[in-house]
Protein backbone atom coordinates (compact mmCIF):
# COMPACT_ATOMS: atom_id res chain seq x y z
CA UNK A 1 0.00 0.00 0.00
CA UNK A 2 1.26 3.16 -0.93
CA UNK A 3 0.41 6.77 0.62
CA UNK A 4 1.08 10.17 -0.49
CA UNK A 5 1.02 13.22 2.01
CA UNK A 6 1.12 16.56 0.69
CA UNK A 7 1.78 19.92 1.93
CA UNK A 8 3.01 22.96 1.76
CA UNK A 9 0.17 24.84 0.61
CA UNK A 10 -1.14 28.11 1.45
CA UNK A 11 -2.08 31.70 0.76
CA UNK A 12 0.36 33.77 -1.62
CA UNK A 13 0.28 36.70 -3.57
CA UNK A 14 0.38 37.56 -7.26
CA UNK A 15 4.30 36.94 -8.51
CA UNK A 16 4.96 35.33 -4.50
CA UNK A 17 6.26 31.65 -3.94
CA UNK A 18 5.30 28.24 -2.34
CA UNK A 19 7.19 24.43 -2.10
CA UNK A 20 5.08 21.84 -1.92
CA UNK A 21 6.29 18.78 -0.69
CA UNK A 22 4.75 15.01 -1.00
CA UNK A 23 6.00 12.11 1.18
CA UNK A 24 5.74 8.85 0.02
CA UNK A 25 5.31 5.62 1.69
CA UNK A 26 6.16 1.95 0.41
CA UNK A 27 8.82 0.49 -1.19
CA UNK A 28 11.29 1.15 -4.36
CA UNK A 29 10.19 5.42 -4.31
CA UNK A 30 12.69 5.72 -6.98
CA UNK A 31 11.75 3.46 -9.10
CA UNK A 32 8.27 5.01 -10.34
CA UNK A 33 7.66 8.61 -12.11
CA UNK A 34 5.99 10.53 -9.29
CA UNK A 35 3.90 13.91 -11.01
CA UNK A 36 1.72 17.12 -9.62
CA UNK A 37 -1.73 17.99 -10.74
CA UNK A 38 -4.10 20.42 -10.02
CA UNK A 39 -7.82 20.94 -9.98
CA UNK A 40 -9.30 24.25 -9.82
CA UNK A 41 -13.18 25.15 -9.02
CA UNK A 42 -15.23 24.17 -11.74
CA UNK A 43 -12.50 22.44 -13.84
CA UNK A 44 -10.83 19.32 -14.87
CA UNK A 45 -7.76 17.91 -12.97
CA UNK A 46 -4.76 18.87 -15.06
CA UNK A 47 -0.87 17.54 -15.10
CA UNK A 48 1.13 20.20 -14.29
CA UNK A 49 4.69 18.23 -13.89
CA UNK A 50 6.11 14.91 -13.75
CA UNK A 51 9.91 13.50 -13.33
CA UNK A 52 11.29 10.14 -14.00
CA UNK A 53 13.66 7.82 -12.45
CA UNK A 54 16.78 9.36 -13.28
CA UNK A 55 15.59 13.03 -13.80
CA UNK A 56 13.51 13.24 -16.62
CA UNK A 57 11.47 16.51 -16.41
CA UNK A 58 8.15 17.32 -17.83
CA UNK A 59 5.91 20.85 -17.72
CA UNK A 60 2.43 21.72 -18.69
CA UNK A 61 3.10 25.49 -20.95
CA UNK A 62 1.15 27.07 -18.41
CA UNK A 63 4.16 26.57 -15.65
CA UNK A 64 7.08 25.87 -18.01
CA UNK A 65 9.87 28.64 -16.21
CA UNK A 66 8.02 29.07 -13.12
CA UNK A 67 8.01 25.83 -11.55
CA UNK A 68 10.26 23.32 -10.47
CA UNK A 69 10.10 20.02 -10.23
CA UNK A 70 12.16 17.63 -8.35
CA UNK A 71 12.75 14.65 -6.09
CA UNK A 72 14.89 13.26 -3.03
CA UNK A 73 14.60 9.25 -3.33
CA UNK A 74 16.64 9.22 0.02
CA UNK A 75 13.39 11.13 1.55
CA UNK A 76 10.95 9.27 -0.73
CA UNK A 77 9.85 13.04 -1.26
CA UNK A 78 8.75 14.68 -4.56
CA UNK A 79 8.94 18.70 -4.29
CA UNK A 80 7.39 21.54 -6.46
CA UNK A 81 9.21 24.41 -6.44
CA UNK A 82 6.30 27.27 -7.46
CA UNK A 83 7.77 30.99 -8.39
CA UNK A 84 5.85 34.17 -10.12
CA UNK A 85 2.54 32.53 -9.03
CA UNK A 86 -0.16 33.88 -11.30
CA UNK A 87 -4.46 34.10 -9.68
CA UNK A 88 -5.16 31.41 -12.03
CA UNK A 89 -2.53 28.86 -10.62
CA UNK A 90 -5.08 28.59 -7.68
CA UNK A 91 -6.34 25.19 -6.84
CA UNK A 92 -5.98 22.05 -5.16
CA UNK A 93 -2.75 20.46 -5.96
CA UNK A 94 -2.04 16.63 -5.49
CA UNK A 95 0.62 14.43 -5.72
CA UNK A 96 0.73 11.18 -7.70
CA UNK A 97 2.38 8.45 -8.26
CA UNK A 98 1.29 5.08 -10.76
CA UNK A 99 2.29 1.71 -9.73
CA UNK A 100 1.21 -1.72 -11.60
CA UNK A 101 -0.32 -2.03 -7.92
CA UNK A 102 -2.46 0.91 -8.73
CA UNK A 103 -2.74 4.72 -9.27
CA UNK A 104 -1.44 6.79 -5.73
CA UNK A 105 -3.06 9.64 -4.96
CA UNK A 106 -2.68 12.33 -1.91
CA UNK A 107 -5.29 14.04 -0.27
CA UNK A 108 -4.58 17.10 -1.54
CA UNK A 109 -2.71 20.96 -0.86
CA UNK A 110 -4.66 23.98 -0.92
CA UNK A 111 -2.87 26.41 -3.31
CA UNK A 112 -4.40 29.96 -3.41
CA UNK A 113 -2.91 33.35 -4.67
CA UNK A 114 -5.02 36.26 -3.82
CA UNK A 115 -4.52 39.72 -3.07
Known amino acids: QVQLVESGGGLVQPGGSLRLSCAASGSLFSFYAMAWYRQAPGKQRELVAS???????YYADSVKARFTISRDDAKNTVYLQMNSLKPEDTAVYYC?????????WGQGTQVTVSS
Open 51 to 57: IRPGGNT
Open 96 to 104: NQKRTTGNY
